[in-house]
């Protein structure tokens, strides 16, 4: 009985079929590189598919940290003070205009005392020993000016290095710590004169564009004085190992 010949399977489209793959799992990183996640959303979207597919919920640090705060906002009555909410970044924390500070100065209130402390104690809590701080100063483009405070670009950055002491002295390293005025560059809402012409427009009370907003996460860019030490090192010895000694 004659043996019959061995069929001969085409497998040239598994080249082809790979090739595919390969541009598709290259083309999703190259759009994950770009793309800017909400940290907190993809956590809490992340916890609801472990849920639904039935395993173990790991609550992670920064929805630990959105659920602590919040819970100190609602305890010290400050939901109309103090909003928080998430972005790019991370946490965002927004003091309102005239929690913190008066008009035009860039000492904290007495009375705003008791809730930074309440903060301060949740936010240099172990747990959050790698999370990073970005402080921004804001002010309206009312024009203020003191012998202190020469322009709105003193008082903002006075107000922002304020609230990076105050968590300073409650423990929290300065390394881990940023701090910028904003003078009237990134309002609330729309300023009243943007373009210097003289003229006004109806908008809500110049108050609320006078904020601080502290960013809690893992600040995309942020470094520390000593990663950017460390960094300009390798760099300069990369470069040219003579130029550290030269210097």
């Not at 598709?24 to 809490?44: G, H, I, T």
């Amino acid at each position: 009985m004659k043996k019959k010949p061995e069929e001969k399977i085409d497998e040239d489209w598994m080249s082809t079929y790979g090739d595919m793959v390969t541009l598709l799992l290259c083309f999703f990183v190259m759009m994950l590189s770009v793309s800017k996640p909400d940290v907190a959303k993809y956590e809490q979207i992340s916890a609801g598919l472990s849920e639904g597919l039935g395993k173990k919920i790991i609550q992670r640090p920064i929805e630990m940290l959105m659920t602590e705060l919040n819970d100190d906002i609602q305890s010290l009555d400050l939901e109309k003070k103090v909003a928080i909410g998430s972005d790019t970044q991370g946490i965002v924390l927004e003091f309102g205009g005239d929690m913190l500070f008066n008009r035009g100065s860039a000492d904290i209130k007495p009375e705003a005392l008791p809730a930074l402390k309440r903060m301060a104690a949740t936010l240099q809590s172990d747990r959050y020993k790698n999370f990073v701080f970005s402080i921004e100063g804001h002010t309206s483009d009312e024009k203020l000016s003191s012998e202190k405070y020469p322009s709105n670009w003193e008082l903002s950055s006075a107000r922002a290095s304020a609230v990076a002491r105050f968590l300073e002295e409650r423990g929290i390293a300065r390394v881990r710590m940023r701090a910028t005025g904003m003078n009237d560059v990134s309002p609330k809402y729309p300023n009243l004169d943007p373009f210097d012409t003289g003229k006004s427009h109806p908008q809500p009370p110049r108050r609320h564009s006078h904020r601080t907003v502290v960013y809690v996460g893992l600040i995309k860019g942020f470094q520390t004085p000593a990663a950017v030490f460390v960094n300009q090192m390798k760099n300069r010895s990369v470069g040219n190992p003579a130029q550290i000694n030269a210097e």
